[in-house]
């Protein structure tokens, strides 16, 4: 019943209607997660709580932390590797994650680039 009513409202793009809605469904299940350890940072996608990637990043791996503002008031960093893809990190939920982020940067002698707009957010707080 409910298949033609859908049918005859959306005729022959009731597949893509559909295939649309089974594809943002996928995307919506994608998660991250990123840890900061002593030694070592490990960053996850995962899908339905199963992990996808799981990469770990050792200081001789990583080229520089670049803090930067995202928006009006939030803060990002990218994390920038000798071979790969960089890892950007703009959702990060906790502020205090970026202090513990330059922390690590600095106990491992990494390269911490601040853009003035992070600057200027790091003065407003």
């Known amino acids: 019943m409910l298949w033609n009513v859908l049918a005859e409202y959306y005729g022959g793009s009731l597949l893509l209607f559909l295939l649309v809605l089974l594809l943002g469904v996928g995307i919506a299940s994608i998660r991250f997660e990123f840890e900061i350890q002593n030694d070592y940072l490990v960053y996850q996608l995962l899908f339905l709580k199963k992990s996808i990637i799981k990469k770990e990043l050792y ?67």
């Open 59 to 125: 200081p001789v791996q990583i080229n520089q932390l670049k803090l930067t503002r995202v928006g009006w008031s939030k803060k990002a960093a990218i994390i920038k590797v000798n071979k790969g893809i960089n890892i950007p990190l703009v959702v990060l939920e906790s502020p205090k994650a970026y202090n513990h982020l330059i922390e690590f940067g600095e106990e491992n002698d990494i390269t911490i680039f601040k853009t003035k707009d992070y600057e200027t957010l790091e003065r407003m707080n």
